[in-house]
């Protein structure tokens, strides 16, 4: 399925993208309609993969020798909504130069 570590870190940033993008549709749900359930599961599956791309995000940077500055724009991407989706096309894609 994933061909190298970049992959799997690639589909791990889209994933965790778009937890942190529900959890801003379930906090509409909690407090507009008190309706506080799917904040819980989305807030924990998200905690989990935000985890789990930090992990990846170090993994990576050790195996391609990134800078320490491609490193933090990685890591301050995934604290921005919509951040991992930018840094997904222009940090983490691999170019036909660089493969």
Avoid at 68 to 91: C, E, H, N, V
């Amino acid at each position: 399925m994933f061909k190298n570590p970049l992959d799997r870190f690639r589909f791990i940033a889209l994933i965790e993208g778009i937890s942190f993008l529900l959890i801003g549709f379930t906090m509409i749900l909690k407090y507009r309609y008190d309706m506080p359930e799917p904040n819980k599961v989305i807030g924990m599956v998200h905690g989990v993969l935000f985890i789990i791309y930090v992990l990846l995000l170090i993994q990576v940077t050790y195996l391609y020798k990134w800078s320490f500055w491609k490193f933090s724009l990685g890591f301050i991407a995934s604290l921005i909504p919509f951040g991992t989706f930018y840094a997904d096309k222009k940090l983490f894609s691999i170019r036909k130069n660089q493969a």
